[in-house]
């Protein structure tokens, strides 16, 4: 099985990005990510409501990282520390030698590449330095921006499933999508 361990936090560079540890400085950006519908549109999770629940959320990423259970990134532009988005691999399954990955992005920077940059950094990261057998990614089939990105990656379609969350009233589809270690 494998083991994780987050510390020293890699610090992880491509051509454009620098993906580095989320702190309390960016509680400005994490809250303006995770507060806004547009983003949090295929994300069934609850919107952040003020500083101190996108607080809480920073600890909730700095937990899963001291406890080597998961890690996230936050995601800049080389020579600007301000936070762009968050990407990392939110469930690690070392007896499966699987992660899930999953990044969110400023609606502003939408459709500049950035994601599939990051994204193809961060299967690099899980297969060379993680040792992933496969990579996973959940998605609302609506969210075709995402979509688009992990077929960019090489990521297959493997499922879709049928109504298998319920959100606020509603069940949900979700479409996961996988990459093979080559």
């Known amino acids: 099985m494998l083991e994780f361990n987050f510390t020293p936090f890699p610090v992880i560079e491509t051509e454009r990005l620098l993906l580095r540890r989320i702190t309390n400085d960016d509680v400005k950006e994490v809250f303006e990510l995770r507060s806004n519908p547009e983003t949090m549109k295929y994300i069934p999770r609850p919107l952040v409501k003020n500083d101190q629940e996108a607080l809480d959320h920073i600890a909730m990423i700095e937990d899963k990282i001291n406890t080597n259970t998961g890690i996230n990134w936050g995601i ?33 920077f939408h459709g500049k590449g950035i994601i599939p940059e990051a994204v193809n950094r961060l299967i690099k990261y899980g297969f060379e330095d993680l040792k992933l057998h496969s990579i996973e990614a959940v998605i609302d089939p609506g969210n075709i921006g995402s979509e688009k990105v992990l077929q960019k990656c090489g990521f297959i379609k493997e499922a879709h499933l049928k109504e298998s969350e319920f959100w606020e009233g509603k069940f949900l589809d979700k479409v996961i999508y996988s990459l093979l270690e080559k």
């Open 76 to 108: 800049t532009i080389k020579n600007d520390p301000k936070l762009l988005g968050i990407i990392g691999y939110y469930r690690l399954q070392p007896e499966n030698y699987r992660a899930e990955i999953g990044y969110m992005l400023l609606p502003d």
